[in-house]
């Protein structure tokens, strides 16, 4: 009896999943719209990590972490990664 009543909640909760439709994580777009978040989220991350020694920087060194921040922001929002 109970492990009927197993098989019987394995069906229903199978019918439930696959009567929902494809979910966001199908869609090309919201994919490509959430990882770009998370690249923007990563960066804001570094970039908290990095405020503290700025001061410490010559100025060079602080020119060239605004760079790669720029470039890696750009990088963010579009489609086409280099191997470089």
């Given at each position: ?42 960066i804001t991350s570094a970039v908290a990590l ?33 191997d470089g």
């Amino acid at each position: 009896m109970i492990e009927m009543s197993k098989q019987l909640s394995l069906k229903v909760a199978l019918i439930l999943l696959l009567s929902a439709g494809p979910s966001a994580a199908c869609d090309p777009e919201e994919m490509i719209n959430e990882l770009r978040a998370q690249c923007r989220d990563a960066i804001t991350s570094a970039v908290a990590l990095i405020e503290p020694i700025k001061p410490a920087l010559t100025m060079p060194e602080r020119n060239a972490v605004e760079t790669k921040v720029k470039e890696a922001t750009a990088l963010c929002n579009t489609d086409k990664y280099s191997d470089g």
